[in-house]
T-cell receptor, first 117, second 113 residues
Framework: GAVVSQHPSWVICKSGTSVKIECRSL??????MFWYRQFPKQSLMLMAT?????????EQGVEKDKFLINHASLTLSTLTVTSAHPEDSSFYIC?????????????FGPGTRLTVL | KQEVTQIPAALSVPEGENLVLNCSFT??????LQWFRQDPGKGLTSLLL?????REQTSGRLNASLDKSSGRSTLYIAASQPGDSATYLC????????????FGPGTRLSVLP
């Protein structure tokens, strides 16, 4: 199956700093990429959807100025958490959708655990 | 608005038992439904994907069924093993192609040796 990678797999930062998380589709071109957030013992919640070369579409309640998404190519999307605070500590998972499968299947990355001190 | 629920929230069984995990969704107009496994602190592993036109999918000891009209899906695990211990997530992709998955809260499964 198609592979989606994320880097870093975990990161610890001080409050007020910015953190960038990369999401790559390794062996396919992703028409659309998605970013999810998962708090402990909760399910995944969609944060935003991005198409290559377009501005991301954010879900209600997600601050677009705080969570900057750049989808520079068909294989790379980045999420930057700006001025991170402890409440931003969470597990961030990206996902990529491909046209390769006739069902436009979606594949998930391994996640990035962010801890803000 | 599509909502997905999963029952039970947690389940503990002895090794070797067959078990059923349940998923319910409120809007039957779906594009597909997918079952995932998530180990603690890890990402998602896709288990089975059922298209809206399908009734079930099988992979090894896993079998997933879909009844769109009643808004239900079940994941059947045969001959459970300790390695099956994980959280199982059901996710529904709404009928509008452009829409994204709606995830259920998950079922935490523990298979005791």
């Amino acid at each position: 199956g198609a592979v989606v990678s994320q880097h870093p797999s975990w990161v610890i930062c001080k409050s007020g700093t910015s953190v960038k998380i990369e999401c790559r589709s390794l062996d396919f071109q992703a028409t659309t990429m998605f970013w999810y957030r998962q708090f402990p013992k909760q399910s995944l919640m969609l944060m935003a959807t991005s198409n290559e070369g377009s501005k991301a579409t954010y879900e209600q309640g997600v601050e677009k100025d705080k969570f900057l998404i750049n989808h520079a190519s068909l294989t790379l999307s980045t999420l930057t958490v700006t001025s991170a605070h402890p409440e931003d500590s969470s597990f961030y998972i990206c996902s990529a959708r491909t046209r390769v499968s006739s069902y436009n299947e979606q594949f998930f990355g391994p996640g990035t655990r962010l801890t803000v001190l | 608005k599509q909502e997905v629920t999963q029952i039970p929230a947690a389940l503990s069984v002895p090794e070797g038992e067959n078990l059923v995990l349940n998923c319910s969704f409120t809007d039957s107009a779906i594009y597909n439904l997918q079952w995932f496994r998530q180990d603690p602190g890890k990402g998602l592993t896709s288990l089975l994907l059922i298209q809206s036109s399908q009734r079930e999918q099988t992979s090894g000891r896993l079998n997933a069924s879909l009844d769109k009209s009643s808004g239900r899906s079940t994941l059947y695990i045969a001959a459970s093993q300790p390695g099956d211990s994980a959280t199982y997530l059901c996710a529904v992709r709404p009928g509008n192609y452009g829409q994204n998955f709606v995830f259920g809260p998950g079922t935490r499964l523990s298979v005791l040796p």
